[in-house]
Each structure stands twice: as structure tokens, then as C-alpha cells.
């Protein structure tokens, strides 16, 4: 009995949260996956054209079968549309590349060690010190002028 309480409990907390009917409630509660679960009610609860279970499952099965949201590198995550043009294209160049992809995926991961403003060749303006000056190609400058 506690058991169909509970379920009765969860089944109406999500009506009320998501706004959605009982059998969508019953659909959602009783998916197999539990990742999968979290991901359809988030797009339940943030989009507003999903408004049923169907529609949920329809929309993770369009963005799984997306070939820019397949696994591009197992090691650092990165996928398919988030691919780097100017070098071999994952997030394991982070500190080699500076291309934008780099710049704009590495600020999701600070833990990443990747430093925007640092010169690869010298350090300078890393470390949070983006006024750092990098004397690199001061001599290229010279012989040019």
C-alpha cells in the first residue's frame, strides 16, 4: 500500500510541476531510463511546443539521431557540432589550438586549465593577468619596419 501511495504522490507531482495529463504522469514515471527520464522533463518543463510525453521522446530521439550530437571524442566529451576548423577538432587541444571553439567550450569547463588571453609560446597575459605583455614577435615587427 505505502508503494502506491508513493507512486500516486510522484504521479501527481508531476502533473502539477509540468502541467501535463495522467497518462503522460504514468508514460513519464514508468520510462526505463533514468537519464533519459531527467532529459524528457526538462524539455517537458522548458519548451513550450512539448506538452506530452510523445512529443518529449519524439524530440530526444530527433536530437539522439543528430549527427552533430554524436560522441566526437570519448576523452574530453566534445561532439560532432562542436568540432574545432582549425585543428584536429576536440576539446584534448584545448591548450594547443586557440580557436574560437576552444575559447567558447572551455569557459563550460574551468577545470579545463585553457587560458584565452595566454601566449602558447611564452605564458604571458595567462593566469588571469590579461594585460601581461608578450614580447614574442617584437623582433618580426623590427625586421619588417
Known amino acids: 500500500m505505502p508503494k502506491n501511495h508513493a507512486r500516486k504522490k510522484a504521479l501527481a507531482h508531476l502533473k502539477d510541476e509540468l502541467g501535463i495529463k495522467h497518462t503522460d504522469a504514468i508514460a ?3 520510462h526505463p531510463d533514468a537519464d533519459e527520464r531527467e532529459t524528457l522533463e526538462r524539455y517537458l518543463a522548458e519548451y513550450v511546443d512539448i506538452n506530452t510525453y510523445k512529443e518529449a521522446v519524439d ?3 530527433q536530437e539522439k539521431s543528430d ?4 560522441l566526437l571524442c570519448e576523452k574530453c566529451g566534445w561532439t560532432n557540432g562542436m568540432v574545432c576548423p582549425e585543428c584536429a577538432g576536440c576539446g584534448c587541444y584545448n591548450d594547443q589550438c586557440s580557436g574560437w571553439r576552444h575559447h567558447e ?5 574551468p577545470d579545463s586549465g585553457y587560458d584565452p588571453n595566454e601566449c602558447r ?3 604571458a597575459g595567462g593566469e588571469g593577468d ?3 605583455e608578450c614580447c614574442c614577435y617584437e623582433d618580426d615587427e ?3 619596419a
Open 142 to 144: 623590427e625586421q619588417a
Open 59 to 61: 524530440y530526444l530521439t
Open 121 to 123: 609560446e611564452c605564458g
Open 67 to 70: 549527427p552533430r550530437n554524436q
Open 130 to 132: 590579461p594585460y601581461g
Open 105 to 109: 567550450y572551455a569557459d563550460d569547463d
Open 28 to 30: 513519464l514515471l514508468d
